[in-house]
């Protein structure tokens, strides 16, 4: 079974478009999220101001509030998606390029604006890439969709990562981001070869019909609010615990922006890699609950890991294990959660109701960030990974409570 969607992965275009307009949606997030926060760690800012640029990436939680627009909407070319994302892929380009012009120490403030614009336009291009993958992949597809995904994504952020710390060290970080913006302008190429999808639902009839009745149908499945509070929890924890990593690292460590790049980032995308085909084959093998159990129970496991590094001091095997056995967990983790959110959507309303799972999904991570630098400065790095292994723990009940409502969507 494993050869044969293997070859899937490589031959259909449903999934090869989905493994491309996966890299398209990781590439932004990382240049405004953890990258960003090695350029500002390497000037020496202080780990509070760091916390609250985290908060850039707000948008990604409130995304599903201007989704219906996207599905009520369409662009006069490339279809009810593709045009969508073409024109959103050039803007990308651009605030990327802008962004690598300015100087953090002297202009924070317009670091914080071009950033938030960043993730506002990226949080709406994984709008319109969530609904494309959710209209386009067919049933069977999802498993081996959702892993294409996770395999670009995660290509992605390696470049936008590992490739551009190292880079920062050798061109400096302005030459790195008019790079990393060239780059993310080529990937309108991704936009242009993707297929159109099977079954195309007709638009809602209207922009109030775009926000009632997706809401309506999801609202009137049975556990439909358990379901709601086991997407907000499942990744809690993991997203508590990574989301000062990249600080963490090069100020609660002492490793240095090219060391993180060159040694530990560029290290474990071989395990993302696996982790990501792992969980792709073991969601086949073992089912959605199981996966989803197994695969959380290992990413709380992570953050124990970096207690450890913490405690023992700068490591460069404790890292690379830490990160490593994260990647691993966390490709896994992600394969199995992004197919059980598609196969919550409804194809008439994938936009607004996959924005908005989502959306709250990544509450944690997109609002964690301020907390968990204030937590740090009070308790210390280790005791803070030691308190987010803990915060993980609920999710997992959550999802043993839900398990028939899990084994259905499976079904």
Do not use: H
Not at 236 to 254: E, N, P, S
Request: hydrophobic share 55%; charged share 15%.
């Amino acid at each position: 079974m494993a050869r044969t969607r293997f070859r899937d992965l490589i031959a259909n275009p449903r999934v090869a478009a989905a493994l491309t307009l996966g890299f398209a949606s990781g590439l932004p997030f990382n240049l405004s999220d953890s990258t960003l926060q090695a350029w500002l760690s390497t000037l020496n800012m202080d780990i509070k101001t760091i916390g609250w640029l985290t908060l850039v990436g707000m948008p990604y939680a409130f995304k599903f509030l201007w989704a219906p627009i996207i599905d009520r909407y369409a662009l006069p070319v490339l279809g009810r998606r593709r045009g969508w994302m073409l024109l959103l892929q050039l803007i990308l380009a651009g605030l990327i390029a802008l962004l690598g012009l300015q100087a953090p120490n002297e202009a924070i403030y317009a670091v914080a604006a071009i950033g938030l614009l960043i993730a506002f336009i990226s949080a709406t291009q994984d709008i319109v890439i969530d609904a494309y993958r959710a209209d386009t992949l067919r049933p069977e597809e999802r498993g081996i969709g959702s892993t294409a995904t996770q395999v670009g994504y995660r290509l992605a952020t390696w470049i936008a990562g590992a490739l551009a710390l190292i880079l920062s060290d050798v061109i400096g970080w302005r030459n790195t981001y008019l790079l990393m913006a060239v780059v993310m302008g080529a990937t309108v190429l991704f936009t242009w070869w993707a297929p159109e999808p099977e079954r195309v639902a007709p638009p809602p009839s209207s922009l109030a019909a775009a926000v009632r009745d997706p809401l309506r149908e999801f609202m009137a499945r049975p556990g439909s609010w358990a379901l709601l509070v086991l997407i907000v929890l499942y990744k809690f924890g993991d997203a508590f615990a990574l989301k000062l990593v990249t600080a963490f690292l090069i100020k609660g460590v002492g490793f240095t922006a090219l060391e993180v790049g060159a040694i530990s980032k560029t290290v474990v995308i071989v395990l993302t890699l696996l982790g990501t085909f792992s969980g792709g084959v073991l969601l086949a093998r073992f089912g959605l609950f199981r996966s989803l159990l197994f695969f959380g129970i290992l990413q709380a496991l992570t953050n124990l890991l970096y207690a450890l590094l913490a405690a023992t001091g700068k490591s460069t095997a404790l890292m690379v294990l830490a990160l490593g056995f994260d990647n691993f967990a966390g490709g896994m983790g992600a394969a199995a959660f992004v197919a059980f959110l598609m196969s919550l959507c409804d194809v008439r309303y994938s936009a607004f109701q996959y924005a908005l799972l989502s959306a709250l999904a990544s509450v944690a991570r997109n609002f964690l960030g301020p907390p968990a630098a204030y937590l740090v400065d009070a308790v210390g790095w280790s005791s803070f990974f030691t308190i987010t292994f803990f915060t993980a723990i609920p999710g997992l009940i959550v999802l043993v409570l839900l398990r028939r409502q899990v084994d259905k969507l499976d079904e």
